[in-house]
C-alpha cells in the first residue's frame, strides 16, 4: 500500500529544517510593496508522503467592498488550467479500459495523445462568447485550420478533449471526473460549479465590469470556460492545496493512493513520461526544481503543482493573482522563489 498524506518533521523527511523555514518567507515577499503579485496564498509542502509545511497567508478576498477574507488552509480556488490534468488523467484512465485509443483518429483525423499533448495543430484559443450555444462553439473551434507537427498550448484542443471524453464515456465531463478520481481519491473539495453555499470558502478572482460579472468569485474565471457554462476541458475546476497534493501524491506513487488505486503503474508512468497532460521539466517555473523527471503545471489565476519522482518531492502553491487585475504577477518569479528553497532543502 502506498503512503497517505500526513504531517510531519522535515527530519522525517530527509529534508533541512532552515530551507523548509524558508518556503513561507519565500511566498510572503510577493504579496510586499505597492504591486504585489498576489493578496494571498495557500503553500503545501511534502515529500515521501510527509508534509512538511502547510501554511495560508494574505487574504482570500480583499477587493470589490465588502469585508476582507483571510486565507485559510482549506480556501477553494479556481485552479484555472491545473482542470487539464483531471482531464488527461480522465483520457488515461479511459484508455486503460479500452474505451478510448489513444493513437486512433478521435476528431478531424486528430489523436487523444496530440491532443493530450498540444501536438493537434489547433491554435491556442478563440473567442467562444459570440456562439449561441455549446453545439456552435465547438463548431466555430472544429472551423479552425490545423497547423500539424508544431506544438502549441491550446485550450481548445483540451476543450474538444473533454467533449470526446463525453461522447466516449456517455456522460458529463464533471460526472467522469467525479466517478474516475476525485471521488475514488476523496476529494471532497474538487468540482466543477461550486454550491454557493460554499461561496464563504472561496478566493476571490478578478473583477470584470467589461463583463458585467463584477468581481468573480465562486464561478469560473476562464472567459471560455463561462461561456461553456463552467465545466470543460481546459478549465473550471476548483480545489484546495490538500485535494491536489492527494492527486500528485498519486502520481508519484504510481497511481495509487492508499488502498485506493486510479490508474495502474504502467499507465501512469506512460502518462508522466510522455508528458499527456502534464508539463514536464520547465525551469521557467518550476525554478531549481525542474529536472528531467519533474512535472506539473500551472494555472492562469495563479496556481501551480510541481513533483519529481526522482526526489519523491511535490510542491502545491495556489494564489490569487488575478484578484483583483490579472495584470499582477504576470511572470512565476513566485513560483520560481518557493520552488528554489524547497529545492535547497533537498540539498540541491
Not at 477587493?63 to 480522465?90: Q, R, W, Y
Not at 449561441?132 to 481548445?156: C, E, K, M
Not at 456522460?171 to 475514488?184: C, H
Request: glycine share 12%.
Amino acid at each position: 500500500m502506498s503512503p497517505v498524506l500526513r504531517d510531519g518533521a522535515p527530519r522525517e523527511a530527509g529534508l533541512s529544517a532552515e530551507g523548509v523555514a524558508r518556503l513561507v518567507p519565500a511566498a510572503e515577499a510577493f504579496m510586499a510593496g505597492p504591486e504585489p503579485s498576489y493578496p494571498g496564498f495557500v503553500l503545501l509542502a511534502a515529500r515521501h508522503g510527509v508534509v512538511v509545511a502547510r501554511a495560508a497567508r494574505g487574504w482570500a478576498v480583499c477587493h470589490g467592498g465588502g469585508e476582507p477574507v483571510p486565507m485559510a488552509p482549506d480556501t477553494v480556488f479556481d485552479i484555472a488550467s491545473l482542470s487539464k490534468l483531471f482531464t488527461a488523467t480522465a483520457a488515461v484512465c479511459l484508455a486503460e479500459r479500452g474505451a478510448l485509443g489513444l493513437d486512433a483518429p478521435l476528431w478531424r483525423g486528430v489523436t487523444a495523445r496530440a491532443l493530450l499533448t498540444h501536438t493537434s495543430g489547433l491554435p491556442a484559443e478563440i473567442d467562444l462568447g459570440p456562439y449561441p450555444d455549446n453545439a456552435a462553439r465547438l463548431a466555430a473551434i472544429a472551423a479552425q485550420p490545423l497547423t500539424p507537427g508544431r506544438r502549441v498550448y491550446s485550450d481548445l484542443g483540451f476543450i474538444v478533449l473533454g467533449d470526446a471524453l463525453e461522447r466516449v464515456a456517455g456522460q458529463p465531463l464533471d460526472e467522469l471526473v467525479a466517478e474516475l478520481i476525485t471521488g475514488p481519491l476523496g476529494m471532497a473539495d474538487t468540482g466543477y460549479r461550486p454550491d454557493p453555499a460554499a461561496r464563504h470558502r472561496i478566493a476571490a478572482t478578478e473583477d470584470q465590469p467589461w463583463t458585467g460579472r463584477g468581481m468573480v468569485r465562486g464561478t469560473v474565471h476562464d472567459e471560455n470556460a463561462h461561456h461553456l457554462g463552467g465545466v470543460a476541458g481546459h478549465a473550471g475546476l476548483f480545489s484546495t492545496a490538500r485535494d491536489l497534493a492527494v492527486l500528485t501524491q498519486t502520481m508519484l506513487d504510481g497511481g495509487r493512493y492508499g488502498p485506493v488505486r486510479v490508474l495502474a503503474e504502467t499507465w501512469t508512468r506512460t502518462m508522466l513520461g510522455e508528458g499527456l497532460g502534464w508539463q514536464l521539466d520547465q525551469p521557467g517555473w518550476m525554478g531549481e526544481l525542474a529536472s528531467p523527471t519533474a512535472f506539473g503545471h500551472t494555472g492562469f489565476t495563479g496556481t501551480s503543482l510541481v513533483a519529481d519522482p526522482a526526489t519523491g518531492a511535490l510542491l502545491v502553491l495556489l494564489t490569487n493573482r488575478v484578484h483583483p487585475t490579472r495584470a499582477r504577477g504576470t511572470d512565476s518569479a513566485y513560483r520560481r522563489a518557493v520552488a528554489r528553497e524547497l529545492a535547497r532543502a533537498l540539498g540541491r
